[in-house]
């Protein structure tokens, strides 16, 4: 099953240090301070992120919690020594324990949440261990502990995994879904808008790009054409219109900076 991607801005993709691991329902990456302000984009996206900017030398912090967006989002980063982020795959969210079992990441779609760690909490005691840590493995077993002491893994309905994996295995509009599963197109919509805040439609939609995206990113010498063979799009004026809506560029602009990191 293929994982869907939340790819970084340009100014974070170029200051990554270690490319994303994958562990359970997380995928993790890193990326040191620079002399400017870091910029990210989030395109839309059924994942949630996480990103944790901590110093080496004192307690400031800074906790950003981005849900799914339906449009392309903007982020500056504050000034810090470092960039830990982590990335969730569309099977759920984590939430504060004592949440309802069934808090779904329609919760935090198209929210971005920021905030300083306050002394003697769970965040805080994260930032003072990331400092004692050596390793970037060390890192992702600290955050995997911390989300376990301190909060609960919620996971999307059952009806929602078994639609998404029809789409994984190649359903690509609600009317194949529909034919393909026990739900009507309307009951399937409705499924995803309380599950993810978005569409069944747009969700296909975000996969589709996500994985159009994600084979640019392997492999940006590959002719601009050829990236959308079998992808599920019309024509080439099809794709260029998605990719300028979801990306705020075109691809050969995209592509071009790319090449240049």
Same mark, same amino acid.
């Given at each position: !099953?293929k994982?869907?991607?939340?790819?970084?801005?340009?100014? /974070?993709?170029?200051?990554? +240090?270690?490319d994303?691991?994958?562990?359970?329902? /997380?995928?993790?990456y890193?990326?040191?301070?620079?002399?400017?302000? $870091?910029?990210?984009?989030?395109?839309?996206?059924?994942?949630?992120?996480?990103?944790i900017c901590?110093?080496?030398?004192n307690?400031?912090a800074?906790?950003?919690?981005?849900?799914?967006?339906?449009k392309l989002? =903007? +982020?500056?980063?504050n000034?810090?020594?470092?960039?830990?982020? %982590?990335?969730?795959?569309?099977?759920?969210?984590?939430?504060? @324990?004592?949440?309802?079992?069934?808090?779904?990441? &329609?919760?935090?779609?198209?929210?971005?949440?920021?905030? =300083?760690?306050?002394p003697?909490? #769970?965040? !805080?005691?994260?930032?003072?261990?990331?400092?004692?840590? $050596?390793?970037?493995?060390?890192?992702?077993a600290?955050? @995997?502990?911390? %989300?376990?002491?301190?909060?609960?893994?919620?996971? &999307?309905?059952?009806?929602?995994?078994? $639609?998404?994996?029809?789409? #994984?295995?190649? *359903?690509?509009?609600?009317?194949?879904?529909? *034919?393909?599963?026990?739900?009507?197109?309307?009951?399937?919509?409705? +499924? #995803?808008?309380?599950?993810?805040?978005?569409? *069944?439609?747009?969700?296909?939609? !975000?996969?589709?790009?996500?994985? %159009? $995206?994600? *084979?640019?990113?392997?492999?940006?010498?590959?002719?601009?054409?050829?990236?959308?063979e079998?992808?599920?799009?019309?024509?080439?004026?099809?794709?260029?219109?998605?990719?300028?809506?979801?990306?705020? /560029?075109?691809? @050969?602009?995209?592509?071009?900076l790319?090449?240049?990191?």
């Amino acid at each position: !099953m293929k994982h869907m991607i939340q790819p970084f801005g340009i100014d /974070m993709h170029k200051n990554v +240090l270690t490319d994303t691991k994958a562990v359970k329902h /997380m995928h993790f990456y890193e990326a040191n301070k620079t002399n400017t302000i $870091l910029n990210i984009s989030f395109i839309p996206s059924s994942t949630t992120e996480w990103i944790i900017c901590y110093n080496n030398g004192n307690d400031k912090a800074e906790f950003i919690c981005a849900g799914s967006q339906n449009k392309l989002t =903007e +982020l500056s980063l504050n000034v810090f020594d470092h960039y830990f982020g %982590v990335r969730f795959d569309n099977t759920g969210c984590y939430f504060n @324990k004592g949440c309802n079992a069934k808090t779904y990441p &329609v919760n935090i779609t198209d929210n971005v949440f920021r905030y =300083e760690p306050v002394p003697d909490s #769970y965040e !805080m005691q994260l930032v003072k261990d990331f400092h004692k840590s $050596l390793t970037f493995k060390d890192r992702i077993a600290l955050f @995997k502990a911390f %989300v376990t002491d301190c909060k609960t893994f919620c996971p &999307v309905s059952e009806s929602i995994k078994e $639609l998404n994996n029809l789409i #994984y295995s190649g *359903a690509g509009t609600v009317a194949e879904l529909s *034919a393909e599963s026990e739900y009507s197109v309307r009951h399937i919509s409705r +499924l #995803y808008n309380e599950v993810y805040g978005i569409g *069944a439609k747009d969700f296909i939609k !975000m996969y589709r790009f996500q994985n %159009v $995206l994600a *084979a640019i990113i392997a492999d940006p010498e590959r002719d601009n054409s050829s990236f959308i063979e079998g992808a599920g799009y019309s024509d080439q004026a099809h794709f260029q219109r998605e990719f300028r809506t979801f990306m705020g /560029m075109t691809p @050969k602009k995209y592509i071009k900076l790319i090449k240049n990191f």
